[in-house]
């Protein structure tokens, strides 16, 4: 299973104490000493699932030059019309999907193009299910263009991520489905696509981040 980078330095301090208190049980021959190291390495393996990073259909099929994929795994909360406030200026439609602390949580493009815009906005950390958290919240902001086409989508935190890893510019080339960063600890992503695409989802419905198509183009550009 391969996990992503920003995972190692949180695996290493639990891996490290249960070596640790191991170590300690076998010198001093107490016992409890080696008990401390299971809730430790139980928390290894969560983190080790947290962070890890699956291929996905986009990493072997290239999508079809209409989709637009989901940038995340969970669960869709909105689809269609845009929360009040909350989409950037312009007419768009929009995905938000929810990601909880078992989901995957790297993320990908949406949609490929050159990456025109890129904003970051700290902010609060409130619940990524709550209206308010998709203005409120520390978030990280991504134009892409592929001519006529522009796509934006945010990653937004939640009540326990508290740090967003984006790894993609401005003057960036991404494919669609291509991985640009990822969140820590539960949080959301929001795309928003012109009105000319079809919305593809509901809300409710569960999506898997390279591999769902959130939204379509029109067939002639």
């Given at each position: 299973m391969r996990i992503?980078?920003?995972?190692?330095?949180?695996?290493?301090?639990?891996?490290?104490?249960?070596?640790?208190?191991?170590?300690l049980g076998r010198a001093t021959g107490r016992r409890s000493a080696r008990l401390v190291a299971w809730p430790?390495?139980?928390?290894?393996?969560?983190?080790?699932?947290?962070?890890?990073?699956?291929?996905?259909?986009?990493?072997?099929?290239?999508?079809?030059?209409?989709?637009?994929?989901?940038?995340?795994?969970?669960?869709?909360?909105?689809?269609?019309?845009?929360?009040?406030?909350?989409?950037?200026?312009?007419?768009?439609?929009?995905v938000s999907v929810f990601l909880s602390v078992v989901d995957v949580h790297v993320n990908r493009a949406p949609y490929r193009g050159q990456v025109t815009e890129h904003s970051y906005r700290p902010g609060s950390f409130l619940a990524?299910?709550?209206?308010?958290?998709?203005?409120?919240?520390?978030?990280?902001?991504?134009?892409?263009?592929?001519?006529?086409?522009?796509?934006?989508?945010?990653?937004?935190?939640?009540?326990?991520?508290?740090?967003?890893?984006t790894r993609v510019g401005v003057g960036a080339q991404v494919a669609t489905g291509e991985r640009i960063g990822l969140m820590k600890f539960g949080s959301r992503m929001d795309v928003f696509v012109p009105r000319e695409c079809t919305v593809t989802v509901t809300e409710g419905q569960r999506v898997r981040g390279g591999e769902t198509v959130i939204a379509r183009w029109p067939a002639s550009r």
């Amino acid at each position: 299973m391969r996990i992503d980078r920003a995972g190692w330095p949180f695996l290493a301090v639990p891996l490290g104490l249960a070596a640790a208190s191991t170590a300690l049980g076998r010198a001093t021959g107490r016992r409890s000493a080696r008990l401390v190291a299971w809730p430790l390495l139980a928390l290894s393996g969560y983190l080790a699932v947290f962070f890890r990073d699956p291929d996905r259909r986009c990493d072997v099929v290239p999508p079809a030059s209409d989709e637009v994929l989901s940038p995340a795994d969970g669960v869709v909360m909105v689809a269609g019309e845009p929360q009040p406030g909350v989409a950037p200026e312009g007419d768009w439609q929009q995905v938000s999907v929810f990601l909880s602390v078992v989901d995957v949580h790297v993320n990908r493009a949406p949609y490929r193009g050159q990456v025109t815009e890129h904003s970051y906005r700290p902010g609060s950390f409130l619940a990524a299910y709550r209206r308010e958290s998709a203005h409120r919240n520390e978030r990280s902001e991504l134009w892409v263009r592929d001519g006529d086409r522009t796509v934006v989508f945010r990653q937004v935190v939640g009540v326990l991520a508290r740090r967003i890893v984006t790894r993609v510019g401005v003057g960036a080339q991404v494919a669609t489905g291509e991985r640009i960063g990822l969140m820590k600890f539960g949080s959301r992503m929001d795309v928003f696509v012109p009105r000319e695409c079809t919305v593809t989802v509901t809300e409710g419905q569960r999506v898997r981040g390279g591999e769902t198509v959130i939204a379509r183009w029109p067939a002639s550009r």
